[in-house]
């Protein structure tokens, strides 16, 4: 009767003690309402956000999805990334196990003969001993300890869960710069063939006057130079062009070796990108949510080590069958026990419980500094991809026109030239100008991709995606 009293005694501080665990709220961080360089770049509701996971399609590059799609299945990094998410929720299902009773079953079975000379016998004894049964083991949670490492475990598999999308959206961002990159290589690759073309027309017309005497071979060497030096400018761009498509087969989880795209110069316009308030990244950017997680999972521990001044309280039992002879599972050979309920507490340690908590406490810290750095991290990202798109739009405004006037400019000079007005410097210098400018052009169209791109990845996606459930 007393030690059901005990365990009822148990059952009720079980439900009414509370978890020694500190109170959390995550880090207090001060944001503005609009981001400093968002601007009129993009008007409010001027761009159709698509979903999350395919926000690549607002480029309307059918390649480009097709190979976003198959980052999913191909990647390598991101197969690690969700192989550690899985190995998280693993380690959360074991923490979780702490609140059920740990069961197990054996048997056993001896033969046994007891010494004639033992203490108060004359005669030897032989006998058989068999015994099956259950036994039982329960920790009672009445401190949070295991509502604490529960806590925890949960923290840190949703951490895992935000890390998870993190890299995914990373690698999306990659394999988009890595394609526009490669495009913006094939424009510049179109260029130059049409240069080429020019240059050699340039240097057979040179080559023509010298016959006549109209040009000197100072002229000729010029041409010589321009079209020698394009035709190099042709084989870099080659080689910069299979390192962009070996980047892009890395991504997709292809061999470079056998993968291949085919060239097209097309560079489609950027898209406007839906610029978000700061309140809005703070909750969708998956590495601030990440980041936050591991707070909250480094505030549990402090809760855990506190745990460790007061003591453990178990409770066991046991039931089965056990005999010497005959029958086993009879009813007379029934056995049950029921405890110890047991409780152990350290008395003296030495500092060690005082250093963990300490310990605790100073990961805390860490990881609330460490959350800060990622927000303030992450607005900076926004703010650098936001004034790098709006200005950037303006200096494509002015490269285009000084690409229109450069290529006006390399007609005229050579127009002059063929009339005997100028000599083949004027020519030179301005096909330098141009081919400078329309390069120029090409460079900053791609970046504006890839910035559209980035501040994207920068403001987490474009529409909060579902937390994944461990």
């Known amino acids: 009767m007393r030690l059901s009293s005990a365990l009822l005694a148990a059952s009720l501080l079980l439900g009414a003690v509370p978890a020694i665990a500190a109170p959390y709220a995550p880090p207090a961080i001060q944001i503005g309402q609009a981001f400093k360089e968002g601007g009129a770049w993009v008007p409010a509701g001027g761009a159709v956000a698509s979903p999350a996971d395919r926000w690549w399609e607002m480029f309307g590059d059918p390649t480009l999805s097709g190979l976003e799609a198959r980052i999913e299945s191909a990647n390598p990094s991101l197969a690690a990334a969700a192989a550690r998410y899985t190995e998280a929720s693993a380690a959360l299902a074991r923490a979780r196990g702490g609140f059920w009773p740990s069961i197990g079953v054996g048997g056993a079975a001896e033969r046994n003969r007891l010494s004639a000379g033992r203490p108060q016998a004359n005669n030897s004894v032989t006998y058989n001993d068999a015994s099956v049964g259950a036994s039982l083991s329960y920790e009672l949670d009445l401190f949070g300890r295991i509502r604490g490492q529960s806590r925890q475990a949960r923290a840190l598999a949703e951490a895992a869960g935000h890390d998870l999308a993190a890299v995914r959206l990373g690698l999306q961002m990659q394999l988009a710069a890595a394609y526009f990159e490669l495009r913006g290589l094939d424009a510049r690759a179109e ?3 049409v240069t080429v073309e020019a240059y050699q027309r340039a240097f057979d017309l040179t080559s023509t006057r010298h016959d006549g005497g109209l040009a000197s071979g100072v002229e000729v060497a010029q041409a010589q130079s321009q079209l020698s030096t394009a035709r190099a400018e042709v084989e870099a761009v080659a080689a910069r062009r299979a390192e962009a498509e070996h980047a892009v087969a890395i991504l997709i989880g292809e061999v470079p070796g056998v993968f291949s795209l085919a060239a097209s110069s097309l560079q489609p316009p950027a898209p406007a990108v839906p610029v978000s308030l700061p309140s809005a990244v703070l909750e969708r950017r998956p590495d601030i949510q990440a980041a936050e997680r591991r707070v909250a999972a480094a ?33 007379p050979n029934r056995y049950w026990a029921l405890g110890p309920l047991s409780a152990a507490a350290i008395l003296f340690d030495g500092g060690r419980r005082r250093a963990g908590v300490r ?17 303030l991290t992450a607005f900076g990202e926004v703010e650098d991809d936001l004034v790098s798109a709006r200005r950037m739009a303006a200096q494509i405004t002015h490269q285009t026109t000084a690409t229109e006037a450069a290529r006006r400019a390399e007609e005229i000079a050579l127009d002059r030239y063929r009339d005997g007005a100028a000599d083949y410097v004027e020519v030179v210098t301005a096909q330098t100008a141009s081919l400078a400018a329309q390069s120029a052009l090409i460079e900053l169209r791609t970046r504006q991709l890839i910035l559209a791109a980035d501040l994207v990845r920068a403001q987490g996606g474009l529409t909060p995606a579902a937390d994944p459930a461990p």
């Open 191 to 193: 260029l130059l063939d």
């Open 299 to 331: 505030n549990a521990a402090i809760g855990v080590a506190r745990t460790a001044y007061f003591p453990s309280i178990t409770l066991g039992a046991a039931a089965g069958f056990q005999t010497s002879h005959g029958e086993l599972l009879t009813t």
């Open 359 to 375: 310990i605790s406490q100073a990961q805390y810290d860490e990881a609330a500094a460490d959350y800060r750095q990622t927000v």
